[in-house]
């Protein structure tokens, strides 16, 4: 499978202060990517990150890989109230064939206004 | 902005009745998957199509579950006969051409089904 595991399962924050999420896997990845889902709406794609980069940054979102060690953490900066939702990792096969993404349980995130 | 379309948005039924979702992917996008979410069990691929093939089901049970693509512009869940264990949120999701899992997905914004 090749399922993330995302942690903490809940987070609670202030406005303005930084969120950070992580994601393990256990196989080889292609890709790995982040997703946003608010409450009673459908997940939203937020970034991808390919095997060969390290970081990547997407206005307020930061995303570091290590392939080493089979992680990546999702860092909100500067977070708002909008911020509140849910955050999944879906890691993208190396030998991806037909295979499709799957969704570990993913961090619930409550900002504080 | 192009997007996946689910019908309807909310259904409650009896126990034992026919239940068909819709799902309108976005227009190019070739693949296209069913997930179902529940607190329990989270967000689970029951099924999904490239070029409205199935190219995997095994999420799905099969005994009361189909899933189909009469044509590019709908997909379809039926559930016959529905239980209330199938009570959840069912996502359709769509993507463009390429290898599965290295292209972003795009969600719908889910049928709630409740079984009575």
């Known amino acids: 499978s090749q399922q993330g595991e995302e942690d903490p399962q809940a987070l609670s924050i202030q406005e303005g202060e930084n969120a950070t999420m992580n994601c393990s896997y256990k196989?080889?990845?292609?890709?790995l990517q982040w997703y946003r889902q608010n409450s009673g709406r459908g997940l939203v794609h937020l970034i991808l990150?390919?095997?060969?980069?390290r970081e990547k940054h997407s206005g307020r979102l930061r995303v570091t890989l290590d392939t080493s060690k089979k992680s990546s953490s999702l860092l909100i900066t500067a977070s708002r109230a909008a911020d509140t939702a849910s955050y999944f990792c879906?890691?993208?096969?190396?030998?991806?064939?037909?295979?499709?993404?799957?969704f570990g349980s993913g961090t619930r995130l409550q900002v504080q206004p | 902005d192009a997007r996946v379309t689910q019908t309807p948005r909310h259904k409650v039924t009896e126990m034992g009745q026919e239940v068909t979702m819709r799902c309108q992917p976005i227009l190019g996008h070739n693949t296209v998957f069913w997930y179902r979410q529940t607190m329990m069990q989270g967000l689970e691929l029951l099924a999904y199509?490239?070029?409205?093939?199935?190219?995997?089901d095994s999420g799905m049970p099969k005994d009361r579950f189909s899933a189909e693509m009469p044509d590019a512009t709908l997909a379809t869940l039926k559930i016959q006969p529905s239980e209330p264990r199938d009570s959840a949120v069912y996502f359709c999701?769509?993507?463009?051409?390429?290898?599965?899992?290295?292209?972003?997905?795009?969600f719908g914004d889910g049928t709630r089904l409740s079984i009575l």
């Open positions: 199509f490239r070029n409205r093939a199935p190219l995997d």
């Open positions: 196989t080889s990845i292609n890709n």
């Open positions: 879906a890691p993208g096969g190396a030998n991806t064939g037909r295979r499709a993404l799957t």
């Open positions: 999701a769509s993507g463009p051409g390429g290898t599965n899992s290295n292209q972003p997905q795009h």
């Open positions: 990150i390919r095997s060969n980069e």
